[in-house]
């Protein structure tokens, strides 16, 4: 299995509360994704990063910021998380872009 | 936009038996084709990826075929068993410039009843 840890794993916050997710990796991958999972949708893409301080907006990036000083960690954030953002969120990561991407386990996270 | 369809969204076998899943997708303009597995409260498992150049791959009992002019893919699954049971999902990435998003489809819940 592809070295990627998320945490925390299960989160319950209230509307209006900060909330950062963390992904880490070990296997020095330079491409590093956050997708929402939900029913009915499937899975899509938040952000995602293509380096150290690079990263770009995905399908679904309003309510939602990353960042990523070291390659190994990309942060994902919900400034002020709604419930409408609760999901499942998974971060992936890939060698390169054309190479296939990695999962974790997921953080399962609910805002009440 | 690019969508990605899965059907049927529920199948179940015996087991032992062989089976294909079925992925379409509406624009042929893709770099590659990646097949993945999920099971209940878990991350998904990469099976096999295609890149666009590609017609099939092969990995131990799995078969992944792409024909991008007619935007299809199918996984062929042979002498399937009750381990093999999961949610199945393909997803397409585009060709274009800066095109590093995945589109998914909903996926296939296959079970292999014993």
């Known amino acids: 299995d592809a070295g990627i840890t998320q945490s925390p794993r299960h989160k319950v916050t209230e509307t209006g509360t900060p909330v950062t997710l963390r992904c880490h990796q070990t296997e020095n991958h330079r491409y590093m994704y956050w997708y929402r999972q939900d029913p009915g949708h499937g899975l899509r893409l938040i952000h995602y990063?293509?380096?150290?301080?690079?990263?770009d907006k995905g399908e679904v990036s309003d309510g939602y910021s990353v960042s990523r000083s070291k390659t190994e960690d990309f942060l994902l954030t919900l400034e002020s998380a709604t419930s409408s953002q609760t999901s499942v969120y998974f971060c992936?990561?890939?060698?390169?872009?054309?190479?296939?991407?990695?999962f974790g386990d997921g953080t399962r996270l609910s805002i009440l | 936009k690019q969508e990605v369809t899965q059907i049927p969204a529920a199948l179940s076998v015996p087991e032992g038996e062989n089976l294909v899943l079925n992925c379409s997708f509406t624009?042929?303009?893709?770099?590659?084709l990646q097949w993945f597995r999920q099971d209940p409260g878990k991350g998904l498992t990469s099976l096999l990826l295609i890149q666009s150049s590609q017609r099939e791959q092969t990995s131990g009992r799995l078969n992944a075929s792409l024909d991008k002019s007619s935007g299809r893919s199918t996984l062929y699954i042979a002498a399937s068993q009750p381990g093999d049971s999961a949610t199945y999902l393909c997803a397409v990435r585009g060709s274009g410039a800066g095109s590093y998003q995945l589109t998914f489809g909903k996926g296939t819940k296959l079970s292999v009843i014993p």
């Open positions: 624009d042929s303009a893709i770099y590659n």
């Open positions: 992936a990561i890939s060698e390169s872009a054309g190479q296939p991407q990695h």
């Open positions: 990063s293509y380096g150290v301080k690079d990263t």
